[in-house]
């Protein structure tokens, strides 16, 4: 028998990255991450920043974060500052910062080398010509006219192009490869526009732009990427890849590959789409709790730890799936089960008064901080005469499965006591407005003596020393599974997303928590406190429930499943 070492599991990427060290390829790798900065990040971008930050790093070699500004737009300086925060915050960090538009003149360069070699041309038909000159999947292209104009007239024009002569759209730059290729990208492809306009970087300096499909793999090679990972649309722009770094005399020449984009069920992800929910006012912003983008996630509660956790669980593959919702929650609720305190607060309040504890005497009850983990210690929580309750765990006629708080029946308060239903009082509408109960002091603690055990255990405030806040309880943001299918995809924006509770009550311990700590409020679920608290009074936003409601589908994954109740 032989004892071999386990195989690593590893994905077709890793597998194509380890083949190139081994062979000699490649002595080192090199990935980047190359957000447009026309927005913020979103989940789908974290999987792409998680896969090239940690090939480099399993790796030891380096990811570069480039900014992909090709377009001259007006707001890319906030989207750029919140790409680089929202990637140091899932904790990566980049090699060097580069942007597309540092290599402009060098692009610019490399136009007028392909003119000379015959390998581009300036093209004077209107966009319209060119659409129609292009062709179909089934029908070839037509050459354009210009095709056959001498290197010398190509130069002089786009010499003028570059210097601001032409208007817009009266000519461009185009890649002279072949009008009949089955490939539509193939049929001699635009390189450079017109436009007249500032960048946010490069001011008035150009009025010409390269297109993405001739910057981003000539930018590529100029940073010596070996492996440019991006997402399958790309596939069919790989020729043309693969046709500038070899054609342009390029300092070294990558390799793309694509994977399979991150689609995650009752969520939208394309930027265009999180920019009209921003910009129509439907979420309070970029990183409204809702949002699928790393600065929402972060404001609900999501830890970079779970977002990790959660790329690893979904992994690379070539083929597009959808990824449910639910599998997130569930990465989540894992990693704050290990790190969250716990703390007693309550939404609904209910009074419940003991009517044998003395009046103006307090105590201070020691609670584990999480039983999870013993390192995490313990606190003093206040009990005293006059408590909250939630008021959904007292029902005046229990149904058979109630087991909570009614009537003449005893319940034990988490840390605390057993505690009696003796009477209720009620409003002049006849709801209960305050529980009247008994205590058994022999039970301090938790435990009774006796060995007797009620069925249910609640959490409980001290009235006097509770602290009032406000907890905004988040929920999917659509109720369809797929919202982009059918109609406008904001139709089917779940109208119940958010509820705000005025008046939760929390256990003092909370009282200063500083913005972005988590809690667990037992029994109900993972909080964060929100940026926008005051101190002394904090908001809470709701990250997920303990249990999932939602996803019974995961429950088919067995594991997964049964480790989130
Ligand atoms: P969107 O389509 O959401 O507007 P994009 O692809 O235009 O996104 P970029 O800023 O160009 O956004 O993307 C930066 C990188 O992130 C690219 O390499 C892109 O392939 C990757 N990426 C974007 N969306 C996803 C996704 N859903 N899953 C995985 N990777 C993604
Ligand atoms: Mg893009």
Known sequence: MTSEAPPRNLDFIREIVEDDLRSGKHNTVVTRFPPEPNGYLHIGHAKSICLNFGIAS?????????????????????????????VTWLGFSWDHLFHASDYFEQLYQWGEELIRDGKAYVDSS???????????????????????????????????????????????????????????NMRDPVLYRIRHEDHHRTGDKWDIYPMYDYAHPLSDAIEQITHSLC????????????????????????????????????????????????????????????????????????????????????????????????LLEFCVREDLNKVAPRVMGVLRPLRVVIENYPEGQSEELETPNNPEDASAGSRKVPFSRVLYIERDDFMEEPP?????????????????????????VKDAAGNVVEIRATYDPATRGGDAPDGRRPKATLHWVSAEH????????????????????????????????????????????????APFSHYQFERLGYFLVDPESKPGQPIFNRTVTLKDSWAKKLAGGGGLARASV
Not at 69 to 80: G, I, L, Q, V
Not at 251 to 262: K, Y
Not at 400 to 423: D, H, M, N, Q, W
Request: with cysteine.
């Open 58 to 86: 399993e790796y030891g070699g380096r990811c570069h974060l480039r900014f992909d500004d090709t377009n001259p737009t007006k707001e890319e300086s906030e989207y750029a500052e919140a790409i680089k925060r929202d």
């Open 126 to 184: 209107t966009a319209e010509e060119i659409r129609d000159m292009r062709g179909t999947l089934t029908e070839p292209g037509k050459e354009s006219a210009c095709r056959s104009r001498s290197a010398d007239e190509n130069l002089d024009l786009f010499r003028r192009m570059r210097a601001g002569e032409f208007s817009d759209g009266t000519h461009v730059l185009r890649a002279k490869i072949d009008m009949q290729s089955p490939n539509i």
């Open 231 to 326: 997402t399958l649309e790309f596939e069919d722009h790989r020729p043309l890849y693969d046709w500038l770094v070899e054609t342009v005399r390029v300092p070294a020449r990558p390799r793309q590959i694509e994977f399979a984009r991150l689609n995650l069920n009752y969520t939208v992800m394309s930027k265009r789409k999180l920019l009209r929910l921003v910009e129509e006012r439907y979420v309070a912003g970029w990183d409204d709790p809702r949002m699928p983008t790393i600065a929402g996630l972060r404001r609900r509660g999501f830890t970079p730890a779970a977002i990790r956790n959660f790329a690893e669980r979904v992994g690379v593959a070539k083929r597009e799936n959808v990824i449910d919702v639910g």
């Open 400 to 424: 058979k499965k109630f087991f909570r708080l009614a009537p003449g029946r005893e319940v034990r308060l988490r840390s605390a006591y057993f505690i009696t239903c003796s009477s209720v």
């Open 466 to 513: 509770a602290v009032d806040c406000e907890v905004r309880l988040y929920d999917r943001l659509f109720n369809a599974e797929n919202p982009e299918e059918g109609g406008d995809f904001l139709e089917h924006l779940n109208p119940d997303s958010l509820e705000i509770v005025p008046d939760g009550k929390l256990e003092p311990s909370v009282r200063s928590a």
